[in-house]
């Protein structure tokens, strides 16, 4: 893995994109780390890293945020062995 600063890119771009092929590169801005990442000769709409394929399905990722919105604004309900009761009853847990 290679750190590198801002102004290092820009004074060896080639250098570092050629090498982003090979190994780990990321910027130091800050307090930040940015990666170089090689995807090939296109981009994926796929947002997994793995490539996972529930990411390719839109109204999937579209549920995920949309979950993550209702988090953020305490839309949730805590999971207590009660709640659980309530949800599995009649199934053996």
């Given at each position: 893995?290679?750190?590198i600063?801002?102004t290092e ?29 090689v995807r ?18 839109p ?11 209702e ?14 009761a ?8």
């Amino acid at each position: 893995m290679l750190v590198i600063t801002p102004t290092e890119l820009r004074q060896n771009q080639s250098k570092f994109l050629d090498l982003a092929e090979t190994q780990r590169v990321l910027i130091k801005r800050k307090n930040k780390f940015i990666e170089l990442i090689v995807r090939g000769e296109s981009i994926p709409d796929n947002i997994s890293p793995s490539g996972d394929p529930f990411f390719d399905n839109p109204l999937n990722v579209e549920k995920i945020l949309n979950a993550d919105k209702e988090v953020k604004e305490g839309k949730v309900i805590e999971l207590t062995d009660e709640v659980m009761a309530d949800l599995f009853e009649g199934y053996e847990i």
